[in-house]
Nanobody
Framework: QAQLVESGGGLVQAGGSLRLSCAAS????????KAWFRQAPGKDREFVAGLSWSGERTYYGDSVKDRFALSRDNAKSTVYLQMNSLRPEDTAVYYCAARGGGGGVNDRSSYDFWGQGTQVTVSS
């Protein structure tokens, strides 16, 4: 069964760092472009970072540019989100997603598979 499993969330003080992981398993899911979204209480799910269909380009949401970095290890079918200089407003559940077809990198409707999410809490 194809699935995405996130890990690495937790509680961190403002200014600190965390690294999230997303492991893909099952079928061709490993080859699908991945992205990270996040959702804070009472807010819409927000694009954080994602790979182009070719995997050659990485896109970031405006609020995380220059602080977050997406990387991948194809041998492990895993993508990572390195989060630095964390702020209380980064507090959210972070979701990994994979898309099997076209659509915008930052459009959540483009994504066919979602992980269960991992909580990130940044204290002030």
């Amino acid at each position: 069964q194809a699935q995405l499993v996130e890990s690495g969330g937790g509680l961190v003080q403002a200014g600190g760092s965390l690294r999230l992981s997303c492991a893909a398993s099952g079928g061709t899911l490993s080859s699908y472009p991945k992205a990270w979204f996040r959702q804070a209480p009472g807010k819409d799910r927000e694009f954080v970072a994602g790979l182009s269909w070719s995997g050659e380009r990485t896109y970031y949401g405006d609020s995380v540019k220059d602080r977050f970095a997406l990387s991948r290890d194809n041998a492990k079918s895993t993508v990572y989100l390195q989060m630095n200089s964390l702020r209380p407003e980064d507090t959210a559940v972070y979701y990994c997603a994979a898309r099997g077809g076209g659509g915008g990198v930052n459009d959540r409707s483009s994504y066919d598979f979602w992980g269960q999410g991992t909580q990130v809490t940044v204290s002030s």
